[in-house]
């Protein structure tokens, strides 16, 4: 089974700053990478697929990028509804599993 | 596109319970359908797929011989029999589409508001 893990735990950051998450798999899954958002007491969205294909109807200030074993979501100018846990997760192989999250809240 | 879980609950341990999922918005018979779960507080845990036409199953090791995940094409409904329930498989259990039509691509594009299984004397 593959490992994802994320950094940072948690992210303090202000409107309008930028946000850098980073994720890493125990092993290479290729292009086979999505990132999902989620929020307190909502179901996890789809972002990214495919490392940096963003979901329709995703605004473009998401963005990510990377290959093999490390990825970066990043966030160009955080509004008010982007503070949420941020997951990712592979589908390189059996089973798909995904990170234990960045939590990115208001400094 | 429309996920509506239900049959959560509190349920003792060795007990069994039964999820449901209704969906809606799509062509329910050309998508693989998973079952992902979270514990309180925690992260996200794959637990099943059943294939677009029913043919193919797969499970977590974690619940592999206690689960079992079958479909209605007909009825468009999703369901997730659990049996020997343990204190561990206390989570909100979610209903999720896979992206590809056809085939199992294993990354998810809707979700339902999940139910809540409490396994607990």
């Known amino acids: 089974e593959i490992v994802m893990t994320q950094s940072p735990v948690t992210l303090s950051v202000s409107p309008g700053e930028r946000a850098t998450l980073s994720c890493r798999a125990s092993?290479?899954?290729?292009?086979?990478l999505a990132w999902l958002q989620q929020k307190p007491g909502q179901a996890p969205r789809l972002l990214i697929y495919d490392i940096s294909t963003r979901v329709t109807g995703i605004p473009p200030r998401f963005s990510a990028s990377g290959s093999g074993t490390e990825f970066t979501l990043t966030i160009s100018s955080l509004q008010s509804e982007d503070f949420a846990v941020y997951y990712c997760?592979?589908?390189?192989?059996?089973?798909?599993?995904f990170g234990p999250g960045t939590k990115v809240h208001f400094k | 596109v429309q996920l509506v879980e239900s049959g959560g609950g509190v349920v003792q341990p060795g007990r069994s319970l039964r999820l449901s999922c209704a969906a809606s918005g799509f062509t329910f018979r050309s998508y693989g359908m998973h079952w992902v779960r979270q514990a309180p507080g925690k992260g996200l845990e794959w637990v099943a797929v059943m294939s677009s036409d029913g043919g193919k199953k797969y499970y977590a090791d974690s619940v592999k011989g206690r689960f079992t995940i079958s479909r209605d094409n007909y009825e468009n409904t999703l369901s997730l029999e659990m049996n020997s329930l343990r204190a561990e498989d206390t989570a909100v259990y979610y209903c999720?589409?896979?992206?590809?039509?056809?085939?199992?691509?294993?990354?998810?594009?809707?979700w339902g508001q999940g139910t809540l299984v409490t396994v607990s004397s």
């Open positions: 092993q290479s899954v290729r292009s086979n």
């Open positions: 997760q592979h589908y390189n192989n059996w089973p798909p599993t």
């Open positions: 999720a589409k896979d992206f590809c039509s056809g085939g199992n691509c294993y990354y998810f594009d809707y």
